[in-house]
């Protein structure tokens, strides 16, 4: 197999590595690969931070393992290589009827990525995550494919759902795809004045799927102000589709600055009007709204950006209203910022769901935003809250284990299924969670 | 009418893209190569997009032997029949340089073996009297070049041979094409350095099956490579025999 060492970053350009990867097109490729020279697997790189990077290590590029193995009818059970696509599944199966049973926020999320960090999309508070539909894992092992199911091998497979490829590469998986009435959704757009309301609302939603933009920079009255999506798929109606952009260059620093996004946001906010409205879109369209504009991360120029997102229990609303304050206080948020309601539902020892709500914010990389950050991370572990690993770039060892209850078992059973420690990525060396 | 394409050489990159594009718009696809595993992979991958037929059966450029069964599977088709020809091998200038024996091995995956496939199954074609022979030759067939003109030397004498079989085939209404693709993000290339204008092997799956649609008899794809190798073409070997490019 052949190795090309190249500089990588994840999807927030902050964390870069240098790595030599090797690229399999078939199974027996990354057979042999895992026999000989066993390395973390990467698909398409969406993790914000280093959790798809090995600095000066190997790794495994999956992307080109991309293939629909098997997909029965009568059940919608999927069997398909670890490096499809989320988006390519749901292109496939839409017009079938069938639809990706969770869907995260960009349709470039590979099917092993997904169960690596047990996504989570914009149904969770009902289907919860994304390992929760899974039936099967086929992980490839220096002596060869191993399958696991959640009865027969349930310690192996809950440490690798959610388990940020410490057991090693997925070949490939089963999900129950979800039956769908179509592939458009309707959606009910809302404006929320304020935060009470914007929980309020959440809290009765009873659509399939429900989201909250929210305006990070609005304060005082406004602080919570934003919208509400609610949505159901649906048929017969046709959207045209369009074509993505894609940003050429490097954005200049101010392109994101405090001015541009509060009179952005004002205008986003507006933009919905007052008595609300319900509109017909392309189901990738609300399912993957950034994906159209192809390295959209560009726009937060070189240095690039970060996410926070945690999770904080239901009854610890109020602290991460007081996140939100301290946020929008800041002047750092960027437009995008995400306010949604969790449900229980999570398939692994290290997933991040809890019940509860969850707040996603993009912040341009700065160094009063990752003070910011830290903060926002300290009163997450005060709320008893978690902090997202797919998104995370900055945290420290100390607060990520006592946000995961069920570390001890994971990394029990990680021990002994990588001894040797082949996949260990820059984000497991950063929060030091391999070691004892 | 449905179209049905028999894809040599169906484990390589290209072909794979290929195949799956041409399922997608409701092609069937008949997988012809070694790793039969990994074709049966791409076979269901195919039928999943909406190709009618997806089968897979062993073909080895290297022994001719194989080639009968795919014949007789080919003429029980029906609708129209194309056949895309992805089969190659590129063993680095320098490993044949340590070891000239791999010269032959070379002119057989990316010529003669193909050419006599596609001369056992031309009479077929023949009296069908339509489908599309594509067969995926290279820029670095259009001159020799310092870095692989053994390679080149096969490529080009596909080429040739394409453009003789056009010249017999066009009579009966089969059409031929000969694809120069320059370089290409296969797993071929992986880890080669300096590639000018890399293209990803969905464009070129994309461009093999509108050249097809259009009846295209040469096509270079990215675009970029017919200005490019026509310069390079019109260099006098007096000049070029000093250059490295």
Not at chain 2, 80 to 101: N, R, W, Y
Request: hydrophobic letters at 45%; one cysteine or more; aromatic letters at 8%.
């Amino acid at each position: 197999m052949t190795w090309k060492t190249s500089e990588y970053s994840g999807w927030g350009r902050v964390h870069t590595a240098n790595s030599a990867a090797a690229r399999p097109e078939r199974a027996t490729a990354l057979a042999a690969i895992v026999e000989k020279t066993p390395a973390p697997a990467v698909g398409m790189r969406r993790s914000y931070g280093d959790a798809c990077l090995n600095d000066g290590g190997r790794m495994i590029d999956m992307s080109r393992m991309d293939r629909v193995l098997n997909f029965d009818p009568e059940t919608g059970i999927l069997h398909v290589e670890a490096g499809a696509q989320i988006g390519q599944i749901l292109k496939i199966f839409a017009p079938k009827g069938w639809l990706p049973p969770v869907m995260p926020g960009t349709g470039f999320a590979t099917v092993g990525g997904a169960i690596a960090m047990d996504v989570h999309g914009k149904n969770h508070h009902g289907a919860g995550s994304f390992g929760v539909h899974i039936t099967e894992i086929t992980l490839m092992t220096p002596k060869g494919p191993k399958v696991l199911t959640p009865r027969k091998n349930a310690g192996l497979f809950k440490a690798t759902v959610g388990g940020l490829g410490q057991t090693g590469p997925i070949l490939s998986a089963r999900l129950q795809l979800l039956r769908a009435k179509g592939d458009v959704m309707i959606v009910t757009e809302r404006r929320v004045e304020a935060w009470d309301e914007f929980l309020a609302l959440l809290d009765a939603s009873d659509a399939t799927y429900t989201v909250g933009w929210i305006d990070a920079t609005a304060r005082g009255d406004q602080l919570g102000r934003g919208i509400l999506e609610e949505a159901e798929t649906g048929a017969g109606l046709v959207t045209a589709a369009k074509r993505g952009k894609r940003i050429p260059v490097d954005a200049p620093s101010f392109a994101l600055s405090p001015s541009v996004v509060r009179t952005f946001n004002a205008a986003y906010w507006r933009r919905v009007p007052d008595r609300g409205r319900t509109v017909v879109k392309p189901i990738d369209d609300f399912f993957f709204p950034l994906d159209k504009i192809h390295d959209w991360n560009r726009l937060y120029g070189k240095s690039g950006f970060h996410q926070f997102q945690c999770v904080v229990p239901i009854d610890a609303a109020d602290s991460l209203r007081a996140m939100l304050e301290r946020i929008a206080g800041s002047g750092l948020a960027s437009p995008l910022a995400v306010l949604k309601r969790m449900g229980p539902g999570r398939a692994g020892y290290m997933s991040f769901p809890m019940e509860g709500y969850t707040l996603a914010v993009d912040f341009p990389n700065k160094v009063a935003a990752t003070r910011l950050i830290s903060e926002l991370e300290a009163a997450t572990v005060e709320a008893k809250g978690r902090i997202y690993l797919a998104k995370d770039a900055l945290s420290g060892p100390d607060s990520v284990r006592g946000m995961y209850p069920e570390f001890a078992a994971w990394a029990k059973v990680v021990k002994s299924a990588d001894p040797g420690g082949h996949y260990i990525t820059d984000l497991v060396r950063r929060l030091n969670l391999r070691t004892a | 009418m449905s179209q049905t394409w028999i894809i040599l050489g169906a484990t390589s990159t290209i072909a794979r893209s290929f195949a799956r594009l041409a399922s997608g718009r409701g092609d069937g696809v008949l997988l012809a190569g070694r790793d039969i595993d990994d074709m049966a992979a791409t076979a269901s991958d195919c039928a999943a997009r909406g190709a009618p037929l997806a089968e897979v059966i062993a073909f080895d450029a290297r022994n001719a032997s194989s080639f009968k069964a795919i014949l007789d599977q080919a003429s029980g088709i029906e609708g129209t029949l194309s056949i895309a020809v992805f089969v190659g091998s590129m063993p680095t200038q320098d490993e044949i340089d340590a070891d000239p024996s791999l010269i032959s091995g070379t002119i057989v995956d990316n010529f003669t073996g193909p050419a006599e496939f596609l001369t056992m199954i031309a009479p077929l074609l023949e009296a069908r009297g339509n489908g599309t022979i594509a067969g995926i030759g290279s820029v670095a067939g259009d001159r020799g070049r310092l870095g692989n003109y053994v390679y080149g030397a096969a490529k080009a004498g596909f080429h040739t041979y394409l453009s003789g079989l056009r010249n017999r085939m066009g009579r009966k209404g089969v059409h031929v094409m000969t694809v120069k693709p320059g370089t290409v993000d296969t797993a071929m290339t992986w880890g080669m350095d300096k590639l000018p204008f890399l293209a990803q092997p969905e464009k070129i799956a994309a461009d093999i099956l509108r050249g097809a649609d259009r009846q295209k008899d040469t096509i270079y794809t990215p675009l970029i490579w017919w200005p490019v190798m026509t310069i390079i073409r019109l260099i006098p070997e007096r000049v070029f025999k000093k250059l490295k490019i």
